[in-house]
């Protein structure tokens, strides 16, 4: 009796002791399923706060770009609005005809001069600006460097044109000793003052000019 009484304490406290065992168990595992949970909660909020740091920083420095290049842009927009309206200008502003330049071109009148004085005539009249060349001569109608040429195509033997200012002799376009038809041509560069006068004179008695020859004169400076 005895031996079947101390069997039945100790089945008792065993099942004491496996009760007591089994809801501690239970306890830690609870806990640690609760402590867990909560590690990743915070791991969630930590990554969500970063996350929203990070964004932040990322719109702070875009606006720190968007400030720095901003100049810039507007910089180039004004370079470029620059050339555009440059080019229209250029493209839309026609040539413009200059009324105050000084020179002429002639053709020689078709005939022949008796005279190495006589003055060789110019018919027609090509252009004329400034209105300095009269048929015959040249006026300087304003201080200045000027070029003047001559061509001329002639049969005479021996023939030629002087090229005066005043009454001074500059350049001799000569056509040789060939009494065939030939051309010949010069020019000058001079220096003329307010009514300086350049004109053409035959270099023989006896000339004859073919209504091709021609006589240009320009001021260049």
């Known amino acids: ?15 004491i002791i496996g009760e007591k065992g089994s809801a501690y168990s239970l306890a830690v595992s609870n806990s640690s399923e609760e402590y867990g949970y909560y590690n990743i909660y ?45 080019q229209v200008t250029k493209t839309v502003q026609p040539l413009q005809k200059n009324d105050t330049a000084v020179g002429f071109t002639t ?19 090509l252009y004329n600006g400034g209105n300095a060349y009269n048929g015959t001569v040249f006026t300087c109608p304003s201080p200045g460097l ?30 040789g000793s060939d009494p065939q038809w030939n051309g010949a041509s010069v020019s000058a560069v001079v220096w003329l003052d307010v009514g300086d006068q350049v004109y053409l004179r035959p270099h023989i008695s006896t000339l004859f000019i073919d209504g091709n020859s021609a006589f240009t004169g320009v001021k260049i400076n």
Not at 158 to 174: D, E, F, V
């Open 42 to 86: 915070n791991k969630i909020d930590s990554m969500q706060k970063a996350f929203q740091t990070l964004e932040t920083n990322v719109q702070r420095k875009n606006n720190m770009l968007r400030q720095i290049l901003q100049p810039i842009t507007k910089m180039d927009d004004n370079i470029e609005m620059s050339d555009q309206s440059s």
């Open 107 to 125: 053709r020689l009148q078709h005939t022949t001069y008796s005279s190495s004085s006589s003055i060789i005539r110019g018919s027609p009249i």
């Open 146 to 175: 000027y070029l003047f040429h001559v061509s001329m195509l002639t049969n005479t033997k021996s023939g030629g044109i002087w090229i005066y200012k005043n009454s001074q002799k500059l350049t001799l376009a000569y056509a």
């Open 1 to 15: 009796m005895l031996h079947f009484l101390n069997f039945v304490w100790c089945v008792a406290f065993v099942f």
